[in-house]
């Protein structure tokens, strides 16, 4: 499976295509790669599209994806997760998805079209994602910002105010979002 995914500050969004067959290494490796990604904040909400991704021969897929956001959901939301299907049987995972991340805060939904999809996110007309990052194959560490070494983002964010938002996030304040 490959997974690109795009993160946009402005719009407060990550954007992903998965590719090919999914498996739970990789789904776990993708929560890591975005949760680790410089430009990703809590509350962002989730643009996905997996009707390239094909069928699951796993059933047990669906619970280990439900797991990763249980595990994340203090970084993760609350937020929207859209993602867009390929077919009944998709759209069926994919609400089994949903029922089962529900006390995440996290709340997920699937569409059969990008432009649904984004619409029900509150996107612009016509958006469209900037350019994709792929997703590591292995799980990457997520290491918290060190607040004792304050540096710069590059957008004059520091790492030590980028630390409290993710502790305020995780602690429910609206202040952040």
């Known amino acids: 499976m490959g997974v690109r995914f795009s993160i946009d500050r402005r719009e407060r969004l990550v954007s992903y295509v998965v590719e090919g067959g999914a498996t739970q290494t990789e789904a776990h490796a993708f929560f890591d790669a975005v949760l680790a990604a410089p430009d990703y904040r809590c509350g962002f909400d989730f643009l996905g599209d997996r009707r390239g991704a094909g069928a699951e021969s796993d059933p047990s897929y669906v619970y280990a994806v ?11 939301g609350p937020c929207r997760w859209a993602v867009v299907v390929a077919d009944d049987d998709a759209h069926r995972r994919a609400l089994t998805w949903a029922a089962l991340a529900a006390p995440s805060g996290v ?21 469209a994602p900037a350019a994709r990052h ?30 409290l938002a993710l502790v305020a996030c995780s602690a429910g304040s609206e202040a952040v979002r």
Request: proline share 13%; net charge negative.
């Open 134 to 163: 792929v997703a590591p194959p292995l799980p990457v560490p997520v290491v918290p910002p060190a607040v004792a070494g304050v540096t710069h983002d590059g957008q004059g964010v520091t790492r030590a105010e980028e630390h």
């Open 66 to 76: 439900a797991a990763e956001v249980l595990a994340h959901a203090a970084v993760l």
């Open 107 to 127: 709340e997920i939904r699937p569409f059969r079209t990008a432009d649904e999809a984004a619409g029900w996110l509150g996107l612009p007309g016509g958006y």
